[in-house]
T-cell receptor, first 114, second 114 residues
Framework: NAGVTQTPKFRVLKTGQSMTLLCAQDMNHEYMYWYRQDPGMGLRLIHYSVGEGTTAKGEVPDGYNVSRLKKQNFLLGLESAAPSQTSVYFC?????????????FGPGTRLTVL | AQSVTQPDIHITVSEGASLELRCNYSYGATPYLFWYVQSPGQGLQLLLKYFSGDTLVQGIKGFEAEFKRSQSSFNLRKPSVHWSDAAEYFCAVGGYNQGGKLIFGQGTELSVKP
């Protein structure tokens, strides 16, 4: 049981390049989330999904796209990377329940855009 | 507006001393409240959570937190800090019917002096 995994762990891009970050969970959770973490700003929600085939915008969606083709995977895409997207990206999946609601986080992807 | 404020960016305590990390929130619906810990280069680990009922909740690693509705606060405490507690701590608020989306505070970095 691996929980939430993220690929890759590190990546350096040049401005204008594209890439996809992969998040996978093996807990059969419906809800999945992508956050970015920047110094002094905590974590901010980029996009999320409430189930296979669904996506929704979070707090800071501009410049990102997502897809949830399979329940266990949630992909985050950067079509044309910008230096402002230099950040640490975390994926999470949610165990839903009135008294057990918990998000489980992956280890993160550190992205640098030059 | 929904928000979480952690007033202390950085706190230093001596090993064996007590600890209190502050968290204030603004949330329109019934809040779910969480404390997460992040060690350097790692993902976020859930310390404890509050949904309803007893306002004093116990978590892992000897941490506890008290929910005070009148003060919109959810402060984290530990009676005796260990060097391994040095990390960054995040308070978060969410709602069951809000897609499980979490709003995070800016984080408090804890340093522990020997």
């Amino acid at each position: 049981n691996a929980g939430v995994t993220q690929t890759p762990k590190f990546r350096v891009l040049k401005t204008g390049q594209s890439m996809t970050l992969l998040c996978a969970q093996d807990m059969n959770h419906e809800y999945m989330y992508w956050y970015r973490q920047d110094p002094g700003m905590g974590l901010r929600l980029i996009h999320y999904s409430v189930g296979e085939g669904t996506t929704a915008k979070g707090e800071v969606p501009d410049g990102y796209n997502v897809s949830r083709l399979k329940k266990q995977n949630f992909l985050l895409g950067l079509e044309s990377a910008a230096p402002s997207q230099t950040s640490v990206y975390f994926c999470a999946s949610r165990a839903e329940g009135r008294r057990t609601d918990t998000q489980y986080f992956g280890p993160g992807t550190r992205l640098t855009v030059l | 507006a929904q928000s979480v404020t952690q007033p202390d960016i950085h706190i230093t305590v001596s090993e064996g001393a007590s600890l209190e990390l502050r968290c204030n929130y603004s949330y329109g619906a019934t809040p779910y409240l969480f404390w997460y810990v992040q060690s350097p280069g790692q993902g976020l680990q859930l310390l404890l959570k509050y949904f309803s009922g007893d306002t004093l909740v116990q978590g892992i690693k000897g941490f506890e937190a008290e929910f005070k509705r009148s003060q919109s606060s959810f402060n984290l405490r530990k009676p005796s800090v260990h060097w391994s507690d040095a990390a960054e701590y995040f308070c978060a608020v969410g709602g069951y019917n809000q897609g499980g989306k979490l709003i995070f505070g800016q984080g408090t970095e804890l340093s522990v002096k020997p």
